[in-house]
């Protein structure tokens, strides 16, 4: 079984600029969440997913939303990008919410200039 | 403020020495995970700890957890370079939910 892809692998953007980066869960999974990495550190929760419904959000300013469509895949747009939104960009997916097997993604790279 | 503490950052290893990793959290979780993460990749599952006692063993690694003290730690059994790596504990929030509170990482680096 494909586990959760996600893309663009990387993706280099200019300050202002907007974004969107795409997951696709395991077959099945029907929550996703969203986890921002910067160098160096562990990885700061974004969102939480889970029917369509957003079920949790982390300390992210409004710039960050996301959406999650019927077939469980998930978006995560940025908008007015600054130098610090730079990171690895983690999804994520489980069962439902609250479960506790939580499987990652391959990470988007972005890179703001 | 929620808190997931590892000690230490950095941990340099000789080939076949054993070393503990601790994660010290704050939250009321009784569950806790132990990530790997090679350097630019994804978030590899080591360890998923349930309950209060429980011990996990995959090879050189062992994973306990002691809810009533809020620790975990993450032994290594002598070491191999294959063990070099960025290791990250986390925990669940206090939100409801999945999300993780992750620590900030224990770049465990061995040599021969």
């Known amino acids: 079984d494909a586990g959760v892809t996600q893309s663009p692998t990387h993706l280099i953007k200019t300050r202002g600029q907007q974004v969107t980066l795409r997951c696709s869960p395991i077959s099945g999974h029907k929550s996703v969440s969203w986890y921002q990495q910067v160098l160096g550190q562990g990885p700061q929760f974004i969102f939480q997913y889970y029917e369509k419904e957003e079920r949790g959000r982390g300390n992210f300013p409004d710039r960050f939303s996301a959406r999650q469509f019927p077939n469980y895949s998930s978006e995560l747009n940025v908008n007015a990008l600054l130098l610090g939104d730079s990171a690895l960009y983690l999804c994520?997916?489980?069962?439902?919410?609250?479960?506790?097997?939580?499987?990652f993604g391959p990470g988007t790279r972005l890179t703001v200039t | 403020e929620l808190k997931v503490e590892q000690n230490p950052l950095f941990l340099s290893m000789q080939e076949g020495k054993n070393y503990t990793i601790y994660c010290n959290y704050s939250t009321t979780s009784d569950r806790l995970y132990w990530y790997r993460q090679d350097p630019g990749k994804s978030l590899e599952s080591l360890f998923v700890l349930l309950s209060n006692g429980a011990v996990k063993q995959e090879g050189r690694l062992m994973a306990s957890l002691d809810t009533k003290a809020r620790l975990s730690t993450l032994h290594i059994t002598a070491a191999v370079h294959d063990l070099s790596a960025t290791y990250f504990c986390?925990?669940?929030?206090?939100?409801?939910?999945?999300?993780?509170?992750f620590g900030k990482g224990t770049t465990l680096s061995v040599s021969s």
């Open positions: 986390a925990v669940d929030s206090d939100q409801a939910g999945t999300a993780l509170i």
């Open positions: 994520a997916s489980s069962l439902f919410s609250g479960y506790y097997g939580q499987y």
